[in-house]
């Protein structure tokens, strides 16, 4: 959840007009919480193109078919947009283990035009949580994965004070602790909606390979939704 726990972007058209008009948006992290840039263990790794320069705050919920995940996250980026540090923190349930803090972190570089329609950018993370005992074998459960990867992105600006995103933010996920380290190759597509030049929604989903839940890892398909709030003018 992208503030991972869910990240943030700026919505910015090409034109020089929609450009002074940006919105400001949540990207769903998850894990990450995402917003942490970050993963946080539970949430999808929501990651777009774009920073917002300054400080994002987010509210996260995150989830799949065993649990769900609740998280704050706050991201900060330099004036010039060129990386974004986010964090944040929360509470996931696993179905059969119980429930436990969660953690997560990430760097996000991105490399598009700041009035560019297209972008890319590259993050890597760390989220984990405290120690659980798996119920289904004689182990831990996974207490720190590091997401790396790449989001592809297109935004456009919708009037003076309203925005969209749609991007693509495929990553390679490894899990330390349970039975044994492993990695997973997962993809998550997502949409971040500006409300206002101030608030932005954030919704997703991620999809693929799969972790037993019970030491630690992802299975099935994931979603989150975030709504974050940009401090100061815009």
Do not use: C
């Not at 969209?164 to 899990?175: D, E, I, K, M, N």
């Amino acid at each position: 959840m992208q503030a991972t726990l869910i990240g943030s972007s700026r919505i910015v058209s090409a034109s020089s007009s929609f450009a002074r008009a940006s919105v400001t948006v949540a990207t769903l992290v998850v894990t990450s919480l995402a917003a942490a840039h970050a993963q946080m263990p539970g949430a999808p790794v929501l990651q777009n193109a774009w920073a917002t320069p300054g400080i994002v705050g987010a509210l996260n919920i995150a989830g799949g078919s065993n649990g769900q995940a609740y998280a704050a996250a706050a991201s900060w980026a330099p004036g010039t947009g060129r990386f974004q540090l986010s964090g944040g923190f929360g509470s996931r349930r696993v179905t059969g283990v119980g429930s436990r803090g969660v953690y997560g972190a990430r760097l996000a570089m991105p490399f598009g035009g700041s009035a560019s329609n297209l972008g890319f950018a590259a993050f890597a993370g760390v989220g984990g949580g405290s120690g659980a005992k798996s119920t289904g074998a004689d182990s831990a459960a996974s207490t720190t994965q590091v997401p790396v990867g790449v989001a592809i992105g297109w935004r456009r600006a919708l009037g003076a004070t309203h925005g969209v995103s749609l991007y693509a933010s495929p990553s390679y996920v490894f899990y330390s602790g349970g039975a044994k380290s492993s990695g997973l190759v997962r993809t998550a597509v997502a949409a971040d909606v500006g409300v206002t030049p101030s608030f932005g929604l954030t919704a997703g989903i991620e999809f693929g390979q799969n972790r037993s839940t019970a030491v630690g890892g992802t299975s099935g398909t994931l979603y989150g939704i975030g709504l974050a709030y940009a401090l100061g003018r815009r």
